[in-house]
C-alpha cells in the first residue's frame, strides 16, 4: 500500500496601494485615506497525504487527502503580524 504524499512551500509578497476617497460634501476625505497601503510578506510550508491512488487500485476503502501546515506573515505594514497551524482532511466521492 502507497499513498501520495506532496510538501509544499510556498512566498507571498502582497502590496495594497493607498485608497482614494472623494466627495463633494466638504468632510475631509483624506483622513479616510489615511493608513490605506499595506504591505504584507508570508511564508507557508506543509505537507500532504493522499490515499485516492491507492483507493483506485481497490488497496484503501476510503478516499482521503489529510494536510498539516504552518503559515506565518513575518512582516508587513498595516497588517497584523500573525501565524497559526491549520490541519484538516476531506474525503472525494468518485461516482
Not at 476617497?21 to 499595506?38: I, M, P
Request: with cysteine.
Amino acid at each position: 500500500m502507497e499513498g501520495v504524499g506532496s510538501l509544499l512551500a510556498v512566498y507571498k509578497f502582497g502590496y495594497k496601494w493607498e485608497n482614494h476617497v472623494s466627495g463633494d460634501k466638504g468632510f475631509d476625505y483624506q483622513s479616510l485615506e489615511e493608513e490605506t497601503n499595506a504591505m504584507e510578506q508570508v511564508y507557508i510550508i506543509g505537507l500532504q497525504y493522499s490515499t485516492i491512488p491507492m483507493y483506485l487500485k481497490n488497496e484503501f476503502p476510503v478516499p482521503i487527502v489529510a494536510f498539516i501546515g504552518y503559515r506565518n506573515r513575518f512582516a508587513g505594514e498595516n497588517a497584523l503580524v500573525s501565524e497559526y497551524i491549520e490541519c484538516g482532511h476531506s474525503g472525494v466521492f468518485l461516482i
